[in-house]
């Protein structure tokens, strides 16, 4: 359904402030599934009670079915569309805030082995100019740890060749330098001297380029990711963030420091940065056991 201050509210986000396409296309369809749910039970949303909203909660958690995550990112929408709306004088009073999230359950970053890299990367034909592009985004996401929407927003210019940095723009519009390794570099030769030139019939500025000639998209990463994992033996899903949580846990494993790892990733806080000192457990483990004298006995 269409309704003018969602659509008001998405402009809002995509270019006042700066939402990646991905993110505002999430809170579009968690706020349009609300707006139709009230629509189905004669709802007035602009005159929404609080008893509304529980029951509306009860509906996603009974009758949808949906994850404590799932129904926590339903509500940080509709909380923050409702904060919008407040200061737009449309409602009186923002009711999701005053309900509180689901307990999340604690997960653990999902990652890929180092050998399981290894077989992805080996996918792609890098005779091709698709092949060199599909590499270059592999090789790209594991060596600088980007988000996705900070991968495809790089342009030529941001790339310092001689030193082997990128000027990457990251979350609130905030400026970091990363480094890339030799892999990247060559793949990255590579496609600049000859896959970005085949691909790039409109002239871009953008670092990637999809098959007509337009910059690659966050949902066109997504999707070469999930094609190129189906010509492996591996069972796992993938995602841009999967490839990002990867760089951060190999790092650790090799005894980076949290604190680099942080600047790294662009994460403001350590906190977040510390969910991943979780994942390292069986390396440490591994380097107790061979490392303290005391830890077994000699047979």
Known sequence: MKDSNLESYIDYLQYQKGYSSYTVESYYNDINEFLEYCSKEAIDYKNIEYSDTRIYLMYLKEEKKDINSSVNRKLSALRGFYKYLVSKKIVKNNVFSLLNGQKKSKKLPRYFEYNELEELFSVPNTSTSKGQRDLLILEMLYATGVRVGELVNIKVKDIDRS?????????????????????????????????RKELNTSNSDYLLINHVGKPLTERGVRYILSELIKKTSLTKNISPHMIRHSFATHLLNEGCDLLSVQKLLGHESISATQVYTHVTTDRLKEVYYNSFPRAKKDK
């Open 163 to 195: 030193s082997r940095k990128i000027l990457i723009l990251g979350k609130g519009n905030k400026e970091r330098n990363v480094e890339y390794g030799e892999y990247c570099e060559d793949i990255l030769n590579k496609y600049l001297g000859y896959g």
